[in-house]
Antibody, heavy 120, light 109 residues
């Protein structure tokens, strides 16, 4: 069955960096687009970034553009999110989520999330 | 940018009752609308896609309807495990971004 397992979260100071990983299994990772979606404590869901199955196209929310970079290693079945210049408002649980086909508009599977806390 | 509005913010019902949740888009999204359920401490789960198609393993008591700007998620008879927060979601092509509604919390009356 599809499994997505995030890691790399933790506490970081404002202005710092962190790299999140999402290990995928149970499906042909290299055939599907992947997303990062976040949820601040007690708040709703916010889409962060998308990468096409082959890494050729990447899209970002305005709130993270220029600071976050999404990437993938299809040989390792792993999705990444490099987060730089972190701000307090980036504090959230970060989920990786799978696109059901190549470039759909919704997410069919989600990981359990990893918590990122930006605080001094 | 398309904005999604959900109503009500909170719905207080008893097990066995029917729940009707609304999602309105600021402009037409055709039938490209999805619904998710999220329980405390858990990841969201896909319920409905393309406005009315149930995702794999979703019970028949969940149904979706609508097109254009007005959508409805209906739970025909609430089970104890259905008390949760429900989000609608869509994608716009220009700019290319994905948006969620603010959510409707269904809690026990």
């Amino acid at each position: 069955q599809v499994q997505l397992v995030e890691s790399g979260g933790g506490v970081v100071q404002p202005g710092g960096s962190l790299r999140l990983s999402c290990a995928a299994s149970g499906f042909t990772f290299s055939s599907y687009g992947m997303h990062w979606v976040r949820q601040a404590p007690g708040k709703g869901l916010e889409w962060v970034a998308f990468i096409r199955y082959d890494g050729s196209n990447k899209y970002y929310a305005d709130s993270v553009k220029g600071r976050f970079t999404i990437s993938r290693d299809n040989s390792k079945n792993t999705l990444y999110l490099q987060m730089n210049s972190l701000r307090a408002e980036d504090t959230a649980v970060y989920y990786c989520a799978k696109d059901p086909t190549g470039e759909e508009y919704y997410f069919d599977y989600w990981g359990q999330g990893t918590l990122v806390t930006v605080s001094s | 940018e398309i904005v999604l509005t959900q109503s009500p913010a909170t719905l207080s019902l008893s097990p066995g009752e029917r729940a009707t949740l609304s999602c309105r888009a600021s402009q037409s999204v055709s039938s490209y609308l999805a619904w998710y359920q999220q329980k405390p401490g858990q990841a969201p789960r896909l319920l409905i896609y393309d406005a009315s198609n149930r995702a794999t393993g979703i019970p028949a008591r969940f149904s979706g309807s609508g097109s254009g700007t007005d959508f409805t998620l209906t739970i025909s008879s609430l089970e104890p495990e259905d008390f949760a927060v429900y989000y609608c979601q869509q994608r716009s092509n220009w700019p290319f971004l994905f948006t969620f509604g603010p959510g409707t919390k269904v809690d026990i009356k």
